[in-house]
């Protein structure tokens, strides 16, 4: 992050919370303020995942894969555990690195995938997307995570989900 801020015009981040952009900004801001721009020029841009539904069982079974997916890559593993996220993710890490796949993704506390993907009816959605701004992400990136198997309905919950959460 700091390379980053010093070495560009600013941050591409993914997989974190409205509540981890302040730490991550601040480690991009220090890195321009070190090569002698002005932190406050910035761009911030967030990847953020949203999954509009209240199946609450859905965004369970879905967050569970995608945390185990991502967050078990070296990189991802240490920028959590750099945001602070070690202690409740260290289950999930040691499952996953004597390959009990089962026992991995249900070591994941519900917090980190309430925390990871944003999801909810379209206002709740919004509101949270809006945290990320309200916390520093100047270009937030919107990952559909479409609420079904089926190729047609996911097409269509996508397309929905764009239309409720599009600026006015």
């Known amino acids: 992050l700091r390379l980053a801020g010093r070495e560009s015009d600013g941050v591409i981040i993914n997989w974190l919370s409205a ?4 730490k991550v900004v601040a480690a991009a801001r220090q890195g321009a303020e070190q090569a002698g721009k ?6 911030v841009v967030a990847r953020i995942f949203v999954c509009m539904t209240d199946n609450d069982a859905f965004v369970d079974f879905l967050g569970r894969r995608s945390v185990a997916a991502y967050l078990n890559v070296p ?3 240490q ?8 202690a409740a993710l260290a289950p999930m890490w040691d499952a996953w690195k004597s390959g009990d796949r089962k026992a991995a993704t249900a070591a994941i506390p519900r917090q980190v995938i309430d ?3 944003v999801h909810g009816d379209a206002e709740t959605c919004r509101r949270k997307v809006q945290e990320y701004v309200d916390a520093g992400v100047t270009v937030p990136v919107v990952n559909f995570l479409p609420a079904s198997a089926d190729p047609a309905e996911r097409t269509q919950h996508s397309l929905a ?3 409720a959460l599009a600026p006015a």
């Open 38 to 43: 002005d932190p406050s020029k910035l761009e």
């Open 75 to 77: 990189v991802y593993a």
């Open 161 to 163: 989900m764009l239309r």
């Open 19 to 22: 509540g981890d952009v302040p």
């Open 115 to 117: 925390d990871l993907i």
């Open 79 to 86: 920028f959590h555990e750099w945001l602070g996220r070690g």
